[in-house]
């Protein structure tokens, strides 16, 4: 009866380790947030999150200009969602170049 329960609390404690491993073994994939997602020299992957009304929501750009803190560049919308509040979450992404 013993042996049984050692084997069960092995065999539960093995599968357990066995189901995070892949969890831990993955490096962290890129944070989406309002920010940089990647910095490579002069340019940096970016993505910002643009909340549009119901009544903007009928004319909602493709691409916008992002300028802030010497970073320029365009974006494109890449995902949009109708949110509950029935305003439109739209993300947009692309490359941002340092200002000279």
Same mark, same amino acid.
């Given at each position: ?7 069960? %609390? ?11 491993? *892949?969890?831990?073994?993955? *490096? ?9 997602? /990647? ?10 999150? $643009? ?6 929501? $009928? %004319?909602? *750009? ?15 919308? &890449? ?7 029935? /305003?439109? $979450?739209?993300?947009? &992404?692309? &490359? ?5």
């Amino acid at each position: 009866m013993k042996i049984k329960k050692v084997i069960t %609390s092995s065999l539960l404690l093995t599968s357990l380790f066995i189901s995070a491993a *892949p969890a831990y073994a993955t *490096p962290a994939t890129s944070v989406k947030s309002h920010d940089a997602i /990647r910095i490579q020299g002069d340019q940096m992957e970016m993505t910002v999150v $643009r909340y549009y009304t119901q009544e903007e929501s $009928r %004319s909602i *750009p493709y691409t916008i200009q992002y300028a802030e803190n010497g970073w320029y560049g365009t974006l494109t919308a &890449t995902n949009w969602k109708q949110q509950s509040d029935l /305003r439109v $979450r739209v993300e947009y &992404t692309g &490359t941002v170049y340092l200002g000279q």
